[in-house]
């Protein structure tokens, strides 16, 4: 069965830093390609950034600049830093990985930024 759990998220001022964590386990990590989400009440959930198991990335544009995704296929854990955090970061945080034609979720870690 494949896992993810996500950590790291904290309550912090607009303009500061939090990394983001996604363990994973049951799956073959290096040969998948792992994304961030993000959602608030109300919202669809939005497309933060991706790595390939090539390593190659994207990032949703709101946070081009900002954050940076990363992975470590030693410990099969996907990370996100986030730098120069606004308000309109405040989310609740997803690890996602598509596996067998079906997508897997992890709980979700709340980030939010007071200004």
């Known amino acids: 069965q494949v896992r993810l759990v996500e950590s790291g998220g904290d309550s912090v001022q607009a303009g500061g830093s939090l990394r983001l964590s996604c363990r994973s386990s049951?799956?073959?990590?290096?040969?998948?390609?792992m994304r961030w989400y993000r959602q608030t009440p109300g919202k669809e959930r939005e497309l933060v950034a991706s790595?390939?198991?090539?390593?190659?990335?994207n990032y949703g544009d709101s946070v081009k600049g900002r954050f940076t995704i990363s992975r470590n296929n030693a410990w099969t854990t996907v990370f996100l830093q986030m730098n120069n955090l606004e308000p309109e970061d405040t989310a609740r945080y997803y690890c996602?990985?598509?596996?067998?034609?079906?997508?897997?979720w992890g709980r979700g870690t709340q980030v939010t930024v007071s200004s």
């Open positions: 996602n990985v598509r596996y067998r034609s079906q997508d897997v």
């Open positions: 049951g799956l073959t990590f290096n040969r998948h390609e």
């Open positions: 790595i390939a198991a090539s390593g190659d990335t």
